[in-house]
């Protein structure tokens, strides 16, 4: 059967957590939590099912919940979406990605992405018809060669964006490598636009996972930058619930009006009572104001756990994955490829990863693999016993 993605498989988030589940490996592969939501979240959906919000609600998004999302970017990032026209409600970040994408880039467009990139980006950009050129973000390296810090590629970002590019995919906090984008960067891609016909999508899932008392810097502060711009991000991955897939999507009016027509015939809508329960439940702006001293807790134990190991920590500074370098543990797995390490790792050691060549159309094998952090402590300690063993 002729293949429209003729070089995807399986995503490697499902193909790794399947094998922790065969193997009963600790799951710190794909990015989810492993304690529970709030129960008073799951109250106020059981509340909405009960008060028989159960039928369509509107394409767009419940008003309320629109209009939560709207007063939360204006309180966080000073800009103001109008909730009719410039807020929709979408089955999760993904989804928003992957309609945002269809809804304006024609074939033969071009779309600059950086890579490591979330692996959903470029299947999205082939079935658009459009053209990928990717650049990659600088690893900046210590005397002893291991990466330090992340830097944008601004030369080669510059090199890319020309009068062809319909879109720029940017992602801040970064999955995998939690690098955060600074207001000066947010201003030099200003730059790189401006006379240009390229849009930006800003995948800002982890904006309320950002440490040591950093700031998320969101393109809806930018005021030149937003008026192209998509603004993504999921209620999955700040209330603890990726299984419920609801995100939402930020854009100008005539943005947004073409991002509808896509996904009204995408997903039509999303389900009633979660927009209700998530309504109701965002007005405490508490959850996601603690969630970085929360994240920041994991990250500091899960890190401190593995200095104990022969693994090399990269920098963690945001989102709720942590990188590591495995090539100097001194064993015969060192020369595997990042995604024979990982399966090693899963199938014989007891702990899942994910390879961050996945990251990439062509990797570059560094020897990086990626561990979720969003974890109880119990859950980590656990894993990090069996990487002590290496
Ligand atoms: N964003 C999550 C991660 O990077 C995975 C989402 C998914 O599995 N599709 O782990």
Redesign the pocket.
Known sequence: FPSRLPKVGT?V??IM?ALAAKHQAINL????PDFPCDRELISKVHAAMLADHNQYPPMMGIAELRQGVSQKISALYGRDYDTDTEITITAG??QGIMTAILCCVSPSDEVVIIEPA???YRPSIDLAGGKTVAVSLTANRDDQGIVSSYSIPWDDLATAINTKTRLVIINTPH??TGMVWQSSDLERLANLVRNTNALILSDE?YEHMVFDGHQHISIASHPELAARSFLISSFG?TYHV?GWKVGYVAAPAAMMAEFRKVHQFNVFTVNTPMQYGLAKYLKNAEHYLGLPFFYQAKRDYFRKGLQQTRFKLLPAPASY?QCVNYTELGISQTSLSEADFCSWLTTEIGVAA?PVSAFYAKPIESGVI?F?FAKEEKTLSSALERLQTL
Request: with cysteine; charged share 15%; proline share 5%.
């Open positions: 995503t988030f499902t957590s592969g794909q990015g989810f970040g993904t979330y692996d959903s999955n995998p899932v991955k990726t994955f994910i990626r979720c």
